[in-house]
């Protein structure tokens, strides 16, 4: 079954605004990323926390982490049309450092 | 440039009618992986590799087959295709390993359609 799961699946807002996805994922884990993929191409790695990382901030990307929940969030500022593109997170779970398991990803639409 | 490549990036094919899709990496990376992306069900593991000449099956490797003969180089081959492999399929990459705390380069894609 899937590690991680986000929610919502799907989101549309206006360009300025914040975008807020979130993951959630059922056992313990070694690492969680993020990645992005812009309609039918490959996905691009955005950012890595580990689990002893509780925040971490990369331009106007902010990831969290709650272990104690097994759930992690994306917040995209200041959303561009650009943005507009499917998020996935990714985990690998305790034990298992050679597998990475995808969740099925926020579609995100940025509006002019 | 460094990147990873697949080919052919579309594929229309008959059941039962041997293919492979070819990917190669040019970053030296030891950690190559298959997925397989469908609507509603995320990326899927198929097959990876940690090394050369060491392979090892995915959450779902039934129905295709890998080798690692070079480093650089990871085919997938699907002996006989059935119609519900098709999908949209991604090759990538990693320095070290599959797991979260290295980064994935991934390929463009393959999109494959068995009839």
């Known amino acids: 079954s899937q590690q991680g799961e986000e929610d919502p699946q799907a989101l549309s807002i206006q360009e300025g605004e914040n975008a807020t996805m979130n993951c959630s994922y059922k056992t313990s884990i070694n690492n969680l990323q993020w990645y992005r993929q812009n309609s039918g191409r490959g996905l691009v790695h955005l950012i890595l926390i580990r689990s002893n990382e509780r925040e971490k901030h990369s331009g106007r990307l902010r990831v969290t982490l709650d272990t104690s929940k097994k759930s992690s969030s994306l917040l995209i500022t200041a959303s561009r049309a650009a943005d507009t593109a499917s998020y996935f997170c990714a985990t690998d779970a305790t034990g298992t450092a050679s597998k990475l398991t995808f969740g099925t990803g926020t579609r995100l639409q940025v509006t002019l | 440039e460094a990147q990873v490549t697949q080919n052919p990036r579309y594929l229309i094919t008959v059941t039962g009618k041997k293919l492979t899709v070819t990917c190669s990496q040019n970053?030296?990376?030891?950690?190559m992986s298959w997925y397989r992306q469908d609507p509603g069900l995320g990326l899927r593991q198929i097959y990876y590799s940690m090394n050369v000449e060491v392979t090892d099956k995915g959450d779902v490797p039934e129905g295709y087959k890998v080798s690692r003969k070079e480093k650089r180089n990871f085919p997938l081959i699907l002996e006989s295709p059935s119609p519900n492999q098709t999908s949209l399929y991604f090759c990538?990459?990693?320095?070290f390993g599959g797991g979260a705390a290295d980064t994935q380069y991934f390929g463009p894609g393959t999109r494959l359609t068995v009839l």
């Open positions: 990538a990459s990693s320095l």
């Open positions: 970053m030296n990376h030891e950690y």
